[in-house]
């Protein structure tokens, strides 16, 4: 018969355990999504701030089709901020149009500026077509003045999660069968609806400013669906093995998975779907066994899959969902659970307040969800055929 030599954790250690390290290590198969998110302390009354990256390369785009043919010509971009006169930058190649050189000789504006061929004419590049920072066009001995991307401040507002209840003291002062505490066990099922509370807001969250007009003080923070950009969400269309590797080949292109290093949070469908991809070049077979799907390799980043039984509450059950996310950038968290702590009694997770023939106990913590550069994270959702 086998031993179990691991870390057993009993009703009455969880009433001594801190809401922090609940939130991370207790009940993994029922909550694995909040034990990805690194704590870090919220600051602020209602909102929490934090610094992003600025997104990969200076870049811009064509904001309508140049002209051509002449050595000069004013063109209009979508945003001037991050250039210089001086500059060179580079027309990417489009269509039959090839890639160009060209070095920047006016900034008129925050959106007009005029470029001029470092030899010959100018290309009739099309809208749209992306501008990237190459280099200088100097004199030995010169240099141009580089504007410098300030990191983009995002913010979140902070949530009220919390669990209430109250509990008779006869009630609280039993014995189970096991002789384990009543109040142990009732304190257990507390944590469990607050750990839920806390999985649907960080995932599914709606922000709501407690300071806004006509929300009268109710405040709630936004979740990961909502803080990732609409542009890195993919939810229309069909699921299957070429889709989904594009779409991981999109977002590596924004700067997502450093390291080649991702983590799939996903829906039962998912799973199922997962199973069916087989690594042959003939696309998509059973594969032979069911054996655990820890692991995944798509477009040569090494994903961790995480089952969440949440995500089957939220989206449809004929569709595949996939939070594809990045879970650390240049040497830091890119996922966070920004938290004000509320823990009292010696460590407990909860306040109690003692009246004559009950107990008031409150599971509770501000908190709220960051996400970090969002450019790197993605969402995609798939309808099985």
């Given at each position: 018969?086998?031993?179990?030599?691991?870390?057993?954790?009993?009703?009455?250690?969880?009433?001594?355990?801190?809401?922090?390290?609940?939130?991370?290590?207790?009940?993994?198969?029922?909550?694995?999504?909040?034990?990805?998110?690194?704590?870090?302390?919220?600051?602020?009354?209602?909102?929490?701030?934090?610094?992003?990256?600025?997104?990969?390369?200076?870049?811009?785009?064509?904001n309508?089709?140049?002209?051509?043919?002449?050595?000069?010509?004013?063109?209009?971009?979508?945003?001037?901020?991050?250039?210089a006169?001086?500059?060179v930058?580079?027309?990417?190649?489009?269509?039959?149009?090839?890639?160009?050189l060209?070095?920047?000789?006016?900034?008129?504006?925050?959106?007009?500026?005029?470029?001029a061929?470092?030899?010959?004419?100018?290309?009739?590049?099309?809208?749209?077509?992306?501008?990237t920072?190459?280099?200088?066009?100097?004199?030995?001995?010169?240099?141009?003045?580089?504007?410098?991307?300030?990191?983009?401040?995002?913010?979140?507002?902070?949530?009220?999660?919390?669990?209430?209840?109250?509990?008779a003291?006869?009630?609280?002062?039993?014995?189970?069968?096991?002789?384990?505490?009543?109040?142990?066990?009732?304190t257990?099922?507390?944590?469990?609806?607050?750990?839920?509370?806390?999985?649907?807001?960080?995932?599914f969250g709606?922000?709501?400013?407690?300071?806004?007009?006509?929300?009268?003080?109710?405040?709630?923070?936004?979740?990961?669906?909502?803080?990732?950009?609409s542009?890195?969400?993919?939810?229309?269309?069909?699921?299957?093995?070429?889709?989904?590797?594009?779409?991981?080949?999109?977002?590596?292109?924004?700067?997502?998975?450093?390291?080649?290093k991702?983590?799939?949070?996903?829906?039962?469908?998912?799973v199922?779907?997962?199973?069916?991809?087989?690594?042959?070049?003939?696309?998509?077979?059973?594969?032979?066994?069911?054996?655990?799907?820890?692991?995944?390799?798509?477009?040569?980043?090494?994903?961790?899959?995480?089952?969440?039984?949440?995500?089957?509450?939220?989206?449809?059950?004929n569709?595949?969902?996939?939070?594809?996310l990045?879970?650390?950038?240049?040497?830091?968290?890119?996922?966070?659970?920004?938290?004000?702590?509320?823990?009292?009694?010696?460590?407990?997770?909860?306040q109690?307040?003692?009246?004559?023939?009950?107990?008031?106990?409150q599971?509770?913590?501000?908190?709220?969800?960051?996400?970090?550069?969002?450019?790197?994270?993605?969402?995609?959702?798939?309808?099985?055929?």
């Open positions: 018969m086998a031993v179990y030599t691991g870390s057993y954790i009993s009703d009455q250690d969880i009433v001594r355990l801190s809401t922090d390290r609940l939130v991370r290590i207790w009940a993994y198969d029922e909550f694995p999504w909040l034990s990805i998110l690194q704590p870090t302390d919220a600051t602020g009354d209602i909102k929490h701030v934090w610094m992003n990256t600025p997104e990969g390369l200076v870049q811009t785009q064509l309508g089709a140049m002209t051509g043919g002449g050595a000069t010509e004013a063109i209009v971009v979508d945003s001037t901020e991050n250039f006169v001086g500059n930058v580079v027309f990417q190649a489009k269509g039959a149009i090839a890639a160009q060209v070095r920047v000789t006016v900034k008129t504006d925050a959106t007009h500026m005029t470029v061929a470092m030899t010959g004419n100018l290309l009739a590049h099309p809208d749209d077509t992306p501008i920072l190459v280099g200088d066009y100097v004199k030995y001995g010169e240099s141009v003045d580089q504007p410098l991307r300030l990191p983009s401040r995002n913010d979140n507002f902070i949530e009220q999660v919390s669990v209430t209840a109250e509990i003291i006869n009630v609280a002062k039993a014995r189970l069968l096991n002789d384990e505490s009543a109040e142990a066990e009732l257990r099922e507390a944590i469990a609806e607050f750990k839920q509370k806390l999985t649907m807001a960080t995932l709606k922000q709501v400013d407690p300071a806004g007009s006509g929300t009268e003080g109710y405040g709630r923070m936004d979740g990961v669906i909502n803080l990732i950009p542009a890195n969400q993919s939810t229309s269309g069909s699921w299957g093995k070429a889709n989904f590797r594009g779409f991981v080949n999109d977002l590596k292109k924004r700067g997502g998975f450093p390291g080649n991702g983590i799939l949070v996903v829906n039962a469908e998912a199922n779907q997962l199973y069916k991809l087989d690594d042959s070049n003939t696309g998509i077979s059973w594969r032979d066994t069911d054996r655990p799907l820890d692991e995944l390799v798509i477009r040569g980043v090494r994903f961790r899959v995480v089952e969440e039984p949440a995500m089957n509450n939220y989206f449809l059950s569709v595949t969902a996939i939070f594809a990045s879970p650390k950038g240049k040497g830091r968290p890119l996922l966070g659970l920004g938290r004000i702590s509320t823990d009292s009694a010696n460590g407990k997770p909860r109690v307040l003692k009246e004559a023939v009950k107990y008031r106990l599971v509770a913590e501000f908190a709220t969800m960051e996400l970090r550069d969002p450019y790197r994270h993605g969402l995609f959702v798939g309808t099985v055929s």
